[in-house]
């Protein structure tokens, strides 16, 4: 990987990861840190994980030590590559949480509500998801007692689906491994598109290889009342318009800011979640994204330090300046203009944490719905197969 707009060669990282049977290799130029590409090596491997599981990958290089893994992964390729771009890019996987679709909390609610009702035995995850952003999702009761739904599976399920079009075609069944969750098992996935568009997505995670109808049944339940109700049009058009822009917040110097909630009751077992607006000038050209993303990894790696962590971060760039501070309820990465002073900047977000405040509802999803499907002993499988070319994903529908 090459920072943007050199050419030189003799100061690049590298950064080698180890997992099991598996070397991963980054050569990088950026301003990432070692920790930020460790990170990035061990989220293709849980990537490749997510397709193969750990047990089958594991199993074949004790059967063969000089396997070449490229001959399972054969169709990967793009999803893979798509991964790398996300990492660089996406805050999501920057911060380890999920960005919501903002959305009046009633609409989410009524949403959360009718995935809770749309159930079958073994279901454990609904998840609607609209423009690659989150809209809600439902968790089965006592899965979660034991395990959440982690970011990163959510994140590395999102890739490979936006990833593939074959999951544009139709209704698609196929194993899918959550590896945060259990890195040795599969889910049975359901996964279908809501909208001829292809951006709003229902996936339901099942237990049961055997449930494809009646998983089925239960997508049609939730499509049959978001067509009632307008559901899925008020998604759509949410979807046209910007997120929303950081002119919003009243605070003339501000261009930019991520924000990560952290004082969530452990309780309610969500998703980490995080808020940003759409990027606007003079971060409208990709350069321009790419180094205002440069330099928010700067800050992520300041502030989390393994030797020295900071809590605050004052930092004039080139173009720029930026703050970043982390408290026990909050994580905040800001970009205003170049001129703003630490006072200055102090101040403008003291006016953003209380427009956050005001919009919390419609940013985030505060109280996750569950719901309690009664257990099918004996035709649930979270086991994993026997064997890694079992897996079926780059050919598999139903």
């Not at 590559?81 to 911060?95: A, G, T």
């Not at 999102?158 to 698609?172: K, P, V």
Request: neutral net charge; glycine residues 6%; aromatic residues 10%.
């Amino acid at each position: 990987k090459e920072g943007k707009g050199t050419d030189k060669y003799y100061d690049h990282k590298l950064v080698f990861v180890q997992q099991g049977p598996l070397v991963l290799v980054s050569v990088s130029h950026t301003l990432q840190s070692e920790l930020q590409l460790r990170q990035e090596l061990l989220y293709v491997y849980d990537q490749i994980i997510s397709m193969l599981t750990q047990a089958s990958i594991t199993r074949i290089f004790e059967r063969k030590k000089n396997y070449d893994l490229r001959r399972l992964l054969t169709g990967s390729e793009k999803i893979l590559d798509r991964l790398l771009n996300l990492v660089e890019s996406d805050p999501c996987f920057l911060l380890g949480a999920v960005r919501c679709l903002p959305l009046a909390a009633s609409l989410r609610d009524s949403l959360g509500t009718l995935l809770q009702k749309a159930i079958t035995p073994n279901l454990v995850f609904s998840i609607l998801v609209a423009g690659s952003q989150l809209v809600t999702t439902v968790q089965e009761k006592t899965v979660i007692e034991d395990c959440r739904l982690e970011p990163t599976d959510l994140h590395l399920l999102l890739n490979l689906i936006g990833a593939t079009s074959a999951f544009q075609t139709g209704e698609i069944w196929t194993p899918i491994c959550l590896p945060r969750f259990n890195p040795d098992c599969y889910f049975y996935a359901y996964i279908s598109y809501l909208d001829s568009e292809c951006t709003v997505c229902l996936i339901l995670l099942s237990t049961d290889k055997d449930s494809f109808y009646s998983v089925s049944d239960c997508k049609k339940h939730i499509e049959e009342g978001m067509r009632t109700q307008n559901y899925l049009q008020a998604l759509s058009s949410g979807l046209k318009s910007p997120s929303y822009s950081v002119g919003l917040v009243g605070v003339p110097d501000l261009r930019h800011f991520m924000y990560k909630p952290l004082d969530i009751p452990d309780n309610y077992r969500q998703l980490p979640q995080f808020t940003s607006p759409e990027l606007e000038g003079p971060y409208c050209s990709e350069n321009e994204r790419h180094r205002l993303f440069d330099l928010y990894h700067y800050l992520h790696d300041r502030i989390h330090s393994t030797s020295r962590p900071l809590r605050l971060i004052y930092h004039v760039a080139e173009k720029e300046t930026l703050l970043a501070w982390v408290t026990s309820k909050f994580e905040l990465y800001t970009c205003f203009n170049p001129l703003v002073t630490k006072a200055g900047a102090i101040n403008v977000l003291t006016k953003l944490l209380r427009w956050i405040k005001k919009e919390e509802d419609r940013l985030f999803i505060r109280y996750p719905p569950k719901y309690s499907t009664t257990p099918n002993p004996g035709k649930g499988s979270r086991g994993p197969r026997t064997d890694g070319t079992e897996n079926g994903f780059f050919g598999g529908g139903h």
